[in-house]
Nanobody
Framework: VQLQASGGGLVQPGGSLRLSCADS????????MGWYRQAPGKTRELVAQITSGGSTNFGNSVKGRFTISRDNAKNTVYLQMNSLKPEDTAVYYCNKWINLRGNAWGQGTQVTVSS
């Protein structure tokens, strides 16, 4: 598996989690890395992206609560999720995009926000 996501789990509303995605492939430092999520019965949506230059982009529903970062030395991208809400419950997928090479997806990690 090229992209290995971890860090999901069960958390109470208002809590925090940090997801990690380790890339065992090549080209991590030039890739745009992203996190997407898919809740049951819904389409997959963008959560956050970070470009190779460090620019970030967030889905409207997570702005101000989630942050994304990357460590090129470790080939890892992180998603820090704070002030979690029940509507954040979903499977979270790591994505890697490199121009002219296309997309790669991780296997997903479940995040459940519930009391």
């Amino acid at each position: 598996v090229q992209l290995q996501a971890s860090g999901g789990g069960l958390v109470q509303p208002g809590g925090s989690l940090r997801l990690s995605c380790a890339d065992s492939g090549s080209g991590f430092s030039i890739a745009t890395m992203g996190w997407y999520r898919q809740a049951p019965g819904k389409t997959r949506e963008l959560v956050a992206q970070i470009t190779s230059g460090g620019s970030t982009n967030f889905g409207n529903s997570v702005k101000g609560r989630f942050t994304i970062s990357r460590d090129n030395a470790k080939n890892t991208v992180y998603l820090q999720m704070n002030s979690l809400k029940p509507e954040d419950t979903a499977v979270y997928y790591c994505n890697k995009w490199i121009n002219l090479r296309g997309n790669a997806w991780g296997q997903g990690t479940q995040v459940t926000v519930s009391s």
